[in-house]
């Protein structure tokens, strides 16, 4: 199955207004945390910006969609917006429903001397409706053989579900991309491939249009190709087109058609 793919350099609400209503089954936003990172990281009025992207966001979102939201708590200067900010938003001022906090542990990273080391980040699911996608058994981890071997000595369990596979949980155990990772592209908050693949396969089916609000490294792009889903993706960072041109050229799958305007989707 060919797929169609588009990332555009824009403002993210300037691409969302262009999509018509009820057509996008996953959306991920990774936001810029408003930490400083880059000159992208900084915005005045936080959740006054934040708050037209996820307006919009619920507005596209099939009646089945999905919205997945990673974020970072602010320190030092609470007052100018974080993940608790935006979750206060989403469920004051919209229909949208929180279906999982997703934790992503790793083991990796900087140690600290003033507080206890950081070693997880947040993943929001938010759905648009109850009649949500999720597709467990395509995201399902498999059992090693010894412990496959164990459970079905256990006749209270159903050996064709052990055979599937256990639910991963909402605690997911997946490194951070160290600077010398090969997954790297170049982007300094770049996401692991594992971390989207999930999403991407759990929270959409083949042939839907996944959007990337954020693109950044453009791993969704990536991601979305291997697995036969459409994807839209938007950066106002012209550099996530140089980005982007790397994942294309390992991606395995090559039946896809590429664009950087949005006129695959939008007649």
């Not at 206060?88 to 990273?109: A, D, E, F, M």
């Not at 996944?210 to 994807?231: H, P, W």
């Not at 938007?234 to 305007?261: G, V």
Request: net charge negative; glycine share 4%.
């Amino acid at each position: 199955m060919e797929t169609k793919h588009a990332v555009i350099v824009c403002d993210v609400l300037d691409c969302l207004k262009q999509i018509p209503d009820n057509s996008i089954q996953l959306i991920i936003a990774d936001p810029p945390y408003n930490i400083d990172i880059a000159e992208w990281d900084s915005y005045d009025n936080y959740i006054e910006w934040a708050s037209q992207w996820i307006e919009e966001s619920y507005r596209v979102l099939s009646r089945t969609g999905n919205l997945v939201l990673f974020g970072g708590f602010q320190f030092e200067n609470a007052g100018r917006g974080d993940l608790f900010e935006l979750v206060h938003y989403i469920r004051s001022h919209t229909q949208l429903k929180l279906v999982n906090v997703i934790i992503w542990y790793y083991k990796n990273g900087i140690s600290a001397r003033r507080f206890f080391s950081n070693r997880h980040e947040e993943i929001m699911w938010f759905a648009k409706t109850k009649k949500y996608t999720f597709n467990l058994d395509d995201i399902r981890i498999k059992y090693d053989a010894a412990t496959l071997e164990l459970y079905k000595r256990d006749k209270r369990l159903n050996p064709d579900n052990l055979d599937k596979g256990k639910n991963p949980t909402n605690v997911w155990e997946i490194s951070r991309l160290n600077s010398n990772s090969l997954e790297r592209v170049g982007h300094p908050t770049q996401k692991p491939y594992a971390i989207i693949e999930r999403l991407v396969k759990g929270l959409s089916s083949e042939g839907d249009t996944v959007m990337d609000l954020f693109a950044g490294s453009a791993i969704s792009t990536r991601v979305c190709i291997e697995t036969g889903r459409n994807s839209i993706s938007c950066d106002k960072d012209p550099t996530t087109l140089e980005y982007a041109q790397d994942q294309l050229d390992r991606c395995i799958n090559r039946n896809f058609t590429y664009s950087n305007a949005i006129t695959h989707f939008v007649k």
